[in-house]
C-alpha cells in the first residue's frame, strides 16, 4: 500500500454510544487488512483482520470491520463502547507481493466519556 | 506458551552513545519486526528479520541497524544516538513465511538525554 490514512487522531464518545473508526488506504493491488488496538501502556495486539473471503470481520469483544474494495476502505465500528475500550487503534494495511510488509496508519485514540 | 519478551523495559543514555535492545519471540515464530512508536510519527516500521535475513527495511539512518540470531532472537542497535531517538521501541514476532498476525512485545522505552 502506499500509504493509509486514519483520519481521525481522536474520537471522543459517551459509554454506550456506537462508535466508528476510519481507516482508509491507497493501492492498486490486492491487500491484506488489520485493526491492532493498543492499551494503555502495553504493546499493540491484533482485534480483528481481513485476509480473503466475507468482508465482514468480527473481534471477539464485539468490534467488527468491513473491506469495501471501491472505497478502499477497512473502517472498525462497535454498537456500543464500553470504559475497558479505551486504547488506541491502528489500521494495518500489507500488499500482495510485498513480502508481507504492514504499512501502518496514525492510529486513533478512542476516548470513552462516562 | 510465552508471549515475544524484551529488555530492557525502560533504559536513559545521553546523547552521543549506543544502545542494544534485545527482543525474543514467541517460540516457533521465525520473523521478527522493529518498529519506532512516538507521539509525533505515530508507529513506524524499521525492520524485519526472517531465518536471520533482513527481509524488509523502513526508512531509517544507518544508525539503526539489527540482527536475528539462529534461535530466532532478534537485537536492535542504534549508534551515535540523538535526542530524537527517544521512543517506545516495540518487537513483533510472527509464525512463518507469509500473512501471519503479528505478536507485539510490551516495548523498550529509550530516553536519550
Known amino acids: 500500500a502506499q500509504s493509509v490514512t486514519q483520519l481521525d487522531s481522536q474520537v471522543p464518545v459517551f459509554e454506550e454510544a456506537p462508535v466508528e473508526l476510519r481507516c482508509n488506504y491507497s493501492?492498486?493491488?490486492?491487500?491484506?487488512l488489520f485493526w491492532y488496538v493498543q492499551y494503555p501502556n502495553q504493546g499493540l495486539q491484533l482485534l480483528l483482520k481481513y485476509l480473503s473471503g466475507s468482508t465482514l470481520v468480527e473481534s471477539i469483544n464485539g468490534f467488527e470491520a468491513e473491506f469495501n474494495k471501491s472505497q478502499t476502505s477497512f473502517h472498525l465500528r462497535k454498537p456500543s463502547v464500553h470504559i475497558s475500550d479505551t486504547a488506541e487503534y491502528f489500521c494495518a494495511v500489507s500488499e500482495q507481493g510485498s513480502n508481507y510488509q504492514l504499512i501502518w496508519g496514525a492510529g486513533t485514540k478512542l476516548i470513552i466519556k462516562p | 506458551k510465552a508471549g515475544v519478551t524484551q529488555t530492557p523495559r525502560y533504559l536513559i543514555k545521553t546523547r552521543g552513545q549506543q544502545v542494544t535492545l534485545s527482543c525474543s519471540p514467541i517460540s516457533g515464530h521465525r520473523s521478527v519486526s522493529w518498529y519506532q512508536q512516538t507521539p509525533g510519527q505515530g508507529l513506524q516500521f524499521l525492520f524485519e528479520?526472517?531465518?536471520?535475513?533482513?527481509?524488509n527495511k523502513g526508512n531509517f539512518p544507518g544508525r539503526f541497524s539489527g540482527r536475528q540470531f539462529s534461535n530466532s532472537r532478534s537485537e536492535m542497535n542504534v549508534s551515535t544516538l540523538e535526542l530524537g531517538d527517544s521512543a517506545l521501541y516495540l518487537c513483533?514476532?510472527?509464525?512463518?513465511?507469509?500473512?501471519?498476525?503479528?505478536?507485539f512485545g510490551p516495548g523498550t522505552r529509550l530516553l536519550v538525554l
Open positions: 493501492s492498486s493491488v490486492s491487500v491484506y
Open positions: 528479520y526472517f531465518s536471520e535475513t533482513q527481509r
Open positions: 513483533a514476532s510472527s509464525k512463518a513465511d507469509g500473512i501471519e498476525t503479528q505478536y
